[in-house]
């Protein structure tokens, strides 16, 4: 587990904090790492946490974040629809071998593929973000405003 220390931004609702921090050492070796949650592409960021310490505003916070689920998701989010891009062009190469035509079915059908499970990453990458164990959490308050 990798656990960060920030401030508290704001309060979303009960649960849920907005903790401006620093890059992580572990940033650096990350792929992502410039497509992340930069603010103005700097050493800052800002991540939504799940707020179990009842943080306030200003509040010096330590979150935790589970590198397990990052890995998850970012497996299903690039990987998924990787996977249906390929499936999508075997399947149109097949159908042009069985129809015996010269259209670009492969491609054609790698496309719908492709586009069908966007979509499907979308709807459940909204049912994820809504689950707990998939989101950063703050543990414990360091200081106070």
């Known amino acids: 587990m990798s656990i960060v220390e ?10 849920t904090a907005w903790v401006k921090t620093q890059k992580a050492i572990e940033c650096e070796s990350c792929a992502a790492k410039s497509s992340c949650n930069s603010i103005g592409g700097g050493e800052d960021m800002e991540i939504e946490a799940i707020n ?10 330590s979150v935790e974040l589970t ?8 497996s299903f989010v690039y990987l998924f ?3 249906f891009l390929l499936i999508g062009a075997f399947i149109g190469y097949g159908l042009e071998q069985y129809f015996n035509v010269n259209t670009p079915l492969s491609a054609i ?9 966007f979509f499907i990453v979308k709807v459940k990458g909204e049912g994820m973000s809504k689950k ?7 543990i414990r308050i360091k200081s106070k405003k």
């Open 81 to 83: 629809p990787i996977i």
């Open 52 to 61: 179990f310490a009842s943080a306030k505003v200003g509040d010096c916070v």
């Open 109 to 117: 059908c790698s496309v719908l593929f492709l586009i069908f499970s």
């Open 6 to 15: 920030g401030f508290v931004t704001k309060i979303k609702d009960n649960n």
């Open 67 to 74: 590198p397990s689920s990052l890995i998850k998701i970012a």
């Open 132 to 138: 707990n164990k998939y989101r950063p959490r703050i």
